[in-house]
């Protein structure tokens, strides 16, 4: 059996759709971030101790992780051991980055990556407050500019006079009441 729409159908279909996403409160959506929404601040880089490890770190971590992913078998013990074939050397521990994470590193290694695991939600784009707009101070109102102390001008005339005929206490520049002057 073959249904076939036409392009009002269609249309109407989407449009119920639509509708609905908005009553069931479909979140709106906000400018994308570059890298989606684990682009990291400025400063830090994903670690990428594994494929998908998107904990933000400086870029100097990111490049030791990588060492320490090349190398990780120079820290365990070749035969094996309590931990089977992920039993590292003494003086090294698993590196415990994220759940698995049996790469030997040292002590201090672990702990930066505690750390890193620890600070990762402030170091996300996305969990930064919006900047907020600086408020500026009010301005004064702006004076006309031929009018100075007491409604007069510079020049010590009212600026439109009465606009009466023969009222020539008034500064023609300024005025827009024209006045007829006797000949």
Do not use: H
Not at 17 to 33: D, F, I, T, W
Not at 40 to 66: H, K, L, S
Not at 68 to 93: H, I, L, M, S
């Amino acid at each position: 059996m073959t249904i076939m729409a036409s392009g009002a159908a269609l249309l109407s279909l989407t449009a119920a759709l639509a509708g609905s996403a908005l009553a069931l409160g479909a979140p709106a959506l906000a400018e994308p971030l570059p890298y989606g929404p684990d682009t990291c601040i400025q400063g830090f880089v994903w670690r990428e101790a594994r494929g998908g490890d998107t904990v933000c770190v400086t870029p100097a971590t990111r490049d030791a992780t990588a060492q320490q992913n090349a190398n990780a078998a120079q820290n365990r013990e070749p035969n094996g051991g309590a931990y089977g074939p992920a039993t590292c050397k003494p003086g090294f521990v698993w590196r415990e980055a994220f759940d698995g994470d049996v790469v030997c590193v040292t002590p201090a290694v672990r702990s930066q990556a505690a750390s890193d695991n620890a600070a990762a939600g402030s170091r996300y784009q996305r969990n930064q407050p919006v900047p907020t707009p600086v408020a500026q101070p009010p301005q004064p109102e702006p004076q006309t500019p031929y009018e100075g102390p007491s409604g007069y001008d510079l020049d010590g005339r009212k600026p439109c006079g009465t606009g009466l005929p023969g009222d020539r206490n008034f500064d023609r520049d300024f005025c827009e009441i024209l006045v007829d002057q006797p000949s």
